[in-house]
């Protein structure tokens, strides 16, 4: 089932079964996501909603035990909420097993522990959490989820074209400035012939026609950028399956003034063709 914009989500559910992740996940999809909202500003929500669909059309609220009135109030605020356009309560679960092992991966505390373990914490928690898992027009499981399952499941759902937006960022680099701190593939230009040693061209930024042509014409940038073509094709529709949403492509050179930015620019017309969400920096070009 695929929802359309309009969406009002609320999120809740037990400690560690995926709440926090979900929130993220749709955030991505262009939801506006509020975590740990106190039940008793949830009316308020709406109204302010209303006034403002045009910004809040797609909305997510993670709500649960964190906040200490949420049991008593959370009930009757629901209620007065629950026929709003779109309005649907999602109830996250998954098994005393899998919500253990989490919080002993992750070594957080448990938001009930007070000297208990985290096995009791959990049971107690889900014994307080049947009232309100009984209004929830959904349970999600996730138990036997990994996190791309879950993102895939949201995606699905709740994306508006149900498919998976990647977006990519390719950043052109100079390596004598340093890394991009957020790059996820890094590629490196600097044995293409170099437009510094080319006294016309040398102070011109790689965003010139003729520093591009010079770059583009030669056979090593042709065979580089065909390598890479192939390469791209492997790994974007594994990276999406994966359920990644934003993928930084650096392309570096010594300075990062001309043979990156002729390739990062190359490759941005490229994946644009293959109509990925692309978007082309410089990060150098005018050090």
């Known amino acids: 089932m695929n929802r359309k914009p309009g969406c009002f989500l609320v999120i809740t559910g037990l400690s560690g079964s995926g709440k926090s992740v979900a929130n993220r996940f749709l955030e991505d999809l262009g939801f506006f996501c509020v975590d740990n909202l106190p039940a008793k500003l949830i009316l308020p929500f709406v109204d302010l909603r209303s006034r403002k669909m045009d910004e809040l059309d797609r909305v997510a609220l993670v709500m649960d035990m964190r906040e200490r009135g949420f049991l008593k109030d959370f009930p009757r605020e629901w209620e007065s909420i629950r026929k709003t356009p779109g309005a649907l309560l999602l109830f996250f679960d998954a098994s005393d097993e899998s919500i253990v092992r989490r919080f002993s991966e992750s070594r957080r505390q448990h938001p009930l522990s007070r000297g208990r373990s985290v096995l009791e914490c959990v049971r107690l928690e889900r014994k307080r959490l049947a009232p309100i898992k009984a209004l929830a027009d959904e349970v999600i499981n996730t138990s036997s989820m990994t996190i791309a399952h879950l993102r895939d499941v949201l995606y699905r759902r709740f994306a508006p074209s149900g498919r998976r937006p990647l977006q990519i960022r390719v950043e052109s680099f100079g390596y004598k400035h340093g890394l991009p701190m957020d790059a996820d593939l890094v590629l490196d230009t600097r044995f293409l012939p170099n437009p510094f040693y080319e006294q016309r061209l040398r102070d011109r930024p790689g965003t010139d026609p003729e520093v591009r042509n010079f770059v583009l014409r030669?056979?090593?940038?042709?065979?580089?950028?065909?390598?890479?073509?192939?390469?791209?094709?492997?790994?974007?529709?594994?990276?999406?399956?994966?359920?990644?949403?934003?993928?930084?492509?650096?392309?570096?050179?010594?300075?990062?003034?001309?043979?990156s930015v002729v390739v990062a620019g190359r490759l941005g017309d490229i994946l644009g063709r293959a109509k990925y969400d692309i978007n082309v920096f410089h990060r150098d070009v005018a050090k």
Do not use: D, M, N, Y
């Open 218 to 259: 030669s056979s090593e940038t042709k065979a580089f950028l065909a390598e890479v073509g192939r390469f791209l094709k492997f790994c974007l529709p594994r990276f999406e399956a994966e359920g990644k949403s934003q993928l930084v492509i650096a392309v570096g050179c010594t300075g990062g003034r001309h043979r």
